[in-house]
């Protein structure tokens, strides 16, 4: 299956109600990674510290249906909850 079950939870694919949701995902991705500045880590950052909405709005406009995507963009766990058992360890401990 393609996103894999955990790429769909983690970014936001799951919170879909209808196939034009998940197209608004599509191109809101495909908009980020053709910016210059994405960064995946900082994405996967953002991902497991709950923060994927305000995270892309700095890099993709998202009106006038901000509200949709950040429903959409919103995960079940960011990493307070997780610790370090959300898959990297912050930032701040990369050597």
Do not use: W
């Not at 963009?73 to 930032?91: F, V």
């Amino acid at each position: 299956k393609i996103p894999h079950d955990v790429v769909e939870a983690d970014y936001g694919y799951s919170n879909c109600r209808t196939a034009g949701e998940k197209k608004l995902l599509d191109v809101l991705y495909k908009k980020y990674f053709m910016h210059p500045d994405a960064n995946p880590l900082d994405l996967h950052v953002a991902c497991i510290n709950g923060e994927l909405g305000q995270y892309l709005a700095r890099f993709v406009r998202m009106k006038p249906k901000t509200k949709t995507y950040m429903r959409l963009l919103k995960t079940a766990y960011p990493s307070s909850r997780l610790g370090d058992k959300a898959g990297i360890a912050g930032t701040s401990s990369i050597v």
